[in-house]
């Protein structure tokens, strides 16, 4: 294969998120990008050095999608209304992309190349959070707990985990309400 010209590293992650869009993370090889956007293997070493590098550009790049989305989602919104538009954009996100979701790092904030994304995700969580008067330690932990709630369900949704027949949608409002009551209401 030739060397395609124009060949960026923004345009392998590009090829490398499609993959992941597809066919989930396990099918992210570097032979794979490598045929996506026709050039050899080899000629990938320009732009990432290793498949474990071609992952972190591919974390960034998903962590700025996550921190897009969600910022649309609670942009002109406080209190209550801005954590529940928060929670679902992030239940929908996982709904939407659960493969590329697979990629997002599960602390970037410890890694030199993701940490920036990581920060601005963490960011708009503070910000939602704000109303609430949380600050330092509690807004650590308020972010955690939501984290975790969203996470765990989206997950396990996406992996088709919820066999029972009562709605899906029922038991996320119930936890969002929770999250909600925990925090202490409407400011």
């Known amino acids: 294969m030739a060397v395609r010209a124009g060949l960026t590293t923004a345009k392998v992650v590009d090829a490398a998120l499609g993959l992941v869009d597809e066919q989930g993370v396990e099918g992210l090889t570097l032979a794979a990008v490598a ?15 290793s498949l474990a590098e071609l992952r972190a550009h591919l974390g960034v790049r998903v962590l700025e999608d996550m921190t897009s989305h969600f910022t649309g989602a609670v942009l002109g919104r406080s209190g209550e209304d801005a954590v529940r ?10 709904q ?4 590329r979701y697979a990629a997002a790092p599960m602390d970037p904030l410890r890694d030199d190349l993701q940490k920036a ?5 963490v960011e708009v969580m503070y910000a ?4 609430y008067g949380l600050e330092g330690s509690d807004a650590v932990h308020a972010t955690r707990r939501l984290r975790v709630i ?3 369900f989206a997950s396990i949704e996406s992996g088709g985990g919820f066999g029972l027949p009562e709605g899906l949608d ?4 119930q936890l969002v309400r929770l999250y909600l009551d925990d925090l202490g209401g409407k400011p």
């Open 35 to 49: 045929a996506r956007t026709g050039v050899a293997t080899p000629s990938l070493y320009k732009h990432v050095a």
């Open 96 to 99: 939407q992309h659960p493969k």
């Open 150 to 152: 969203v996470h765990g």
């Open 117 to 121: 994304a990581g920060q601005k995700l």
């Open 170 to 173: 029922d038991t996320y409002e």
């Open 85 to 94: 538009a928060l929670m679902h954009a992030y239940r929908a996100y996982v």
């Open 128 to 131: 939602t959070l704000r109303s």
